[in-house]
Every structure is written in C-alpha cells, then in structure tokens.
C-alpha cells in the first residue's frame, strides 16, 4: 500500500512539471522537419531567397514565414515569422508558453532589442529598442542552431535547474547576434577564424567526435586523432537572412587526399559558429555531419 501511494505521488509530482523542450511552428521542428514535410505543411515556397532561404504563404499569420534549410541538407534549421505590426509581447510569451524573462537579452546593432530563450530554442526581435515597442518578429531554431549561433547565452545565462531562466536573477546582456548583423559579405576573416575545436554528434562520425582545425605551415590542417589531411580551398559564399542581411560567411574545402570528402565552414563575426563535414567519396553522397566549436569547462 505504501509502495503504491508513493508511486502516485511521484507520478502527480512528475505530470506537474513543466515540459521544457524546443518550441514547433505549427507542427515544423527545426532540426528535424524535412522540405517534404515544410512543403505539406505550407504548400510550395513563394520565393526562393537563396540556396537554404525560402518564404512560403502565411495563410493565417499577418505578416511572412521564411525557413532556412540546413545548408547541404533538406532538414529545417530555422523558422523566422515576420509581422505585419508588431505584437505585444505578453501575448506572444503566453502563445509560445515562454518564461517571465528570457535566458539573455541585448539591442542588436539595429537598435532592436533581440531576447533569447535557450530552453525553447526561441529568438524575439522587438520593434525597437524597449520590449513596450513589441515584438516584429520570432525566429524558431534547432537546438544545434541555436547553440553554435548563440554559444555565449547557453554559457553564461542565469539557467536554474530546470532549465528556465531565473526569475530571481535579471537577464544577462551579452553580445551576440543569430542574424549576423555585424558581419558582411565582404570582410575576409581570414584562416585564423577557421581554426579551433570542433566536437560532432553525429553517430556516423563518433570516431572524430573531437576535431582540431589549425595552420601550419600557411596552410589548414584537419586533424582527429592520427587522422590528418590538408585541407584545399575550393570556394567561398555567403547565407543571407529574409531582409537580405548576411548571416554567415560560408568558405569551402576539401581534403587533400580525400577530394570526396567536403567541408563548409559558417563564420560571423570573424569567429566559426558550424562545420559542415559532407561525404561523398566513391561517388556516393552521404549524410551531412555538423559540428560546433568546443566549449571551454
């Protein structure tokens, strides 16, 4: 009888909790929606923005949907909903069930306050620069995404051990931007901004889950364990977001004894946010692998 009373309490304590996961836009998930899928939902796209952009018809939202694709994939990256007016904020975190306050916040270089909330993989930009101007527009983003995009939030927010932000504690400022504002599409980095530790989660790559980017010699180096190869330039582009703003700047390799074997290297703000490992050796177009800098402990 004991046992059976104590199982009851544990299950009511546990159906009581919140559910603290990664927010949809009506039933797309970023980071596993497919375009097939996107397409069922919302039709055919409207206009093609870019190789990975598209925007499709908002038939019951005032105002525009665009969907990133996951560059090298048809998988959804990101969700951006654009308003006509801009929304009291209030109803929008009562919409999307967010937190009172956001895990981080800061006024992009647009003068627009962005608020990020890292358990719901959510971005709010306001109008302006005060959350009384609203909110434009939200940008729903794969857990991926959103940690490589925005690493400063994830480590340095005031997250309790729920994972919401904490309501005792006011939001940390930090100086990040999903957008990539602050980047454009003609401001080499150069290498150095190439270099650095990427760890992948990719079952297929769990042999190079820790990958080491570096220069030697005036040349890249990727090395995993006693795997090393050069790697050898073979392009450069750029990601822009639904206002035509650059969000990335994309440069492009390959292995030197491996020409199957390709890599995309996402950079803002002078710093890689996400590797892209694609294989295709023997002809054969494999599944795409993605990886993120290491954070420090």
């Given amino acids: 009888m004991l ?5 009851t309490t544990v299950f009511i304590l546990v159906s009581s909790m919140p ?8 039933g797309i998930l970023p980071g596993s929606t497919t375009r097939s899928q996107v397409e069922h939902a919302f039709g055919l796209a409207v206009k093609e923005v870019s190789a990975t952009l598209s925007e499709y018809e908002a038939t019951d939202v005032a105002g525009k949907i665009y969907v990133q694709f996951r560059s ?10 654009i308003y006509q007016e801009p929304i009291d904020r209030s109803k929008v975190a009562v919409s999307l ?3 009172s306050r956001p895990t981080a916040s800061q006024v992009n270089s647009k003068g627009k306050r962005e608020e990020y909330y890292a358990a719901a993989c959510i971005v709010l930009t306001f109008a302006g620069e005060n959350v009384e101007e609203g909110v434009s527009r939200v940008g729903y983003y794969s857990r991926k995404l959103f940690d490589g995009a925005v690493p400063e939030v994830s480590k340095t927010s005031s997250l309790g ?5 904490s309501d ?3 939001p940390r400022t930090t100086e990040v931007s999903p957008k990539g504002s ?16 990427f760890e992948f989660s990719a079952p297929e790559m769990a042999e190079q889950k820790s990958i080491i980017v570096e220069i030697v010699e005036g040349k890249l180096r990727w090395r995993s364990g006693a795997v090393t190869d050069t790697l050898i330039a073979t392009g450069n582009g750029s990601e822009k977001d639904a206002d035509g703003n650059v969000t990335s700047l994309i440069y492009m390799f390959k292995f030197a004894s491996k020409p199957g074997i390709k890599l995309q ?3 803002r703000g002078g710093r890689t946010r996400q590797v892209v490992y694609l294989d295709s050796t023997d002809g054969k177009m494999g599944g795409a692998s993605f990886g993120f800098p290491k954070r420090s402990n």
């Fill in 182 to 197: 602050e980047t454009s599409s003609d401001s080499d980095p150069g290498l150095l901004a190439l270099t650095g530790t």
């Fill in 3 to 7: 046992t059976k009373v104590f199982l």
């Fill in 72 to 81: 090298g994939a048809d998988v959804v990256e990101r969700v951006e909903v």
């Fill in 168 to 170: 005792s504690a006011p």
């Fill in 19 to 26: 559910l603290l996961a990664q927010t949809s836009f009506k």
């Fill in 265 to 267: 290297f996402f950079v």
């Fill in 97 to 99: 069930k967010l937190p």
């Fill in 161 to 165: 051990d729920s994972g919401r932000a």
